[in-house]
C-alpha cells in the first residue's frame, strides 16, 4: 500500500465522518476497523432521536452505512482489521496490524469505548448468561421476562425504550436521584407501564451460578433487598480505547487523550477524535463534529 496522507484507525461515527471530510478534499484516506460493518457503536443504537435532520429519529443500522457511503463514494478506502502497534516514523506513522502494515502522514485515532463494568463478583461469568451490555443485541434473548438496567445516562435510558416493548418488567437502578440522561427520554421512559426505577440504589450482588436469577440492590440507607430478574442491562459508564496511545501522548487517569480545538494531540500529525478524547461530548453529534474537525485540521495543512 502506499504511504497515505491520513489513516482512521476506528470505524465509528467520529472515524467515518474523518474519513468523509478527508476523502473529498482529495487525500489519500485509509480508514480501518475491527469491526465487520462500519459505523462502531452506532450501529446498535435502535433508536437516534437526538441527530439534526431526521425529526422521526434513524436506526444507527441506517445511518452508520449512508455516513460509511458517503466516505467510500468520496473515495477513502476501507480495510477490516485491527492496528495492534502504532510507531512514529520518517515519514510520519507506521500502523500495523493483522491487515499488514500503512504508512501516513496523519494519523486520526478514534478507536471508541467499551462498556464500564459494574464491578461485582460474578459479572463476568455471568456475561450472556443473564448480563448483557447491549438490549438492542441481546434484547430478544429476554422476551416476556423480568429485567433491570443498572445505570441511568443517556445510553441507559436509550436501551430502556428497546427493552420495554420486549420484556414483561423493566426496573432502572440508579445510584443518584435522578438519572442523568436526557430529559426528553427520561419522561418517555417514565411514561411506559412496564417501567419501575429505583433511585439511590445500587446492584451489589448478582445471584445465580450459571445463569442470572436475580440482583441484590442496596439503597441509601443501607437495606438490601433482592430483586428476581433474569436479564441485567449494565449501562455505568465507558473506558476509552486508548492502548494504541499510551507510548505517544499524556492520558487521564481514566485513560481519555487531551487534544486541543483541532483534535491534535501535539505529537506531529496524531490526533484523537470521539470518544477517547477529553471532554467528548459522548454524543454522535459531537463524534462526528470531532472527525470534522481533525480532518480540516489536517487540510489546512497541505
Ligand atoms: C447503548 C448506547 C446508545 C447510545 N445512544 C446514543 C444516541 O441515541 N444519541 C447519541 O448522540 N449518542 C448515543 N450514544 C453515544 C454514541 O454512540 C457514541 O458517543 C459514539 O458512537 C462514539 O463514536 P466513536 O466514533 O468515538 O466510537 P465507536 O462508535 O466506539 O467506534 C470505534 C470503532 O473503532 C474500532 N476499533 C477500536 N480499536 C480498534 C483497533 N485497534 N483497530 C481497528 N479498529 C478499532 C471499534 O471496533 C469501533 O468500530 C449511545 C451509546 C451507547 C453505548
Redesign the pocket.
Known sequence: MNKRDVTI???????LTAAFFAARENLTTTI????GVS????I??D?????PGFPDGISGYELGPMIAGQASASGAEFVF????DIHQCEDGWELS?DFGSVVSTNLVV????Q?ARLGVSNEEQLYGHGISY???CDGDFFRDEDVLIAGGG??AL??ALVLAEIVNSLTIVHHGDSPTGSKATLARVQALPNVGMLTNSEIVGLNGDDVLIGASVRDEHGSIQDLDCTGLFV?VG?NP?TN?LQDWCELDALGHVAVDDYMSTGVVGLYA????RQR????????AADGMAAARAIVAKN
Open positions: 484507525v476506528g470505524g465509528g461515527i467520529a472515524g480501518i476497523d475491527n469491526q459505523g462502531g457503536v452506532l446498535n443504537v433508536s437516534i432521536q437526538n441527530f482489521g485491527s492496528v495492534m496490524g478514534a478507536t471508541g469505548s462498556p447491549c438490549a438492542t443517556d445510553a436509550d436501551e449501562y465507558s480505547q494504541l477524535v470521539g470518544d477517547i467528548s461530548s459522548g454524543l454522535l453529534l459531537g463524534s
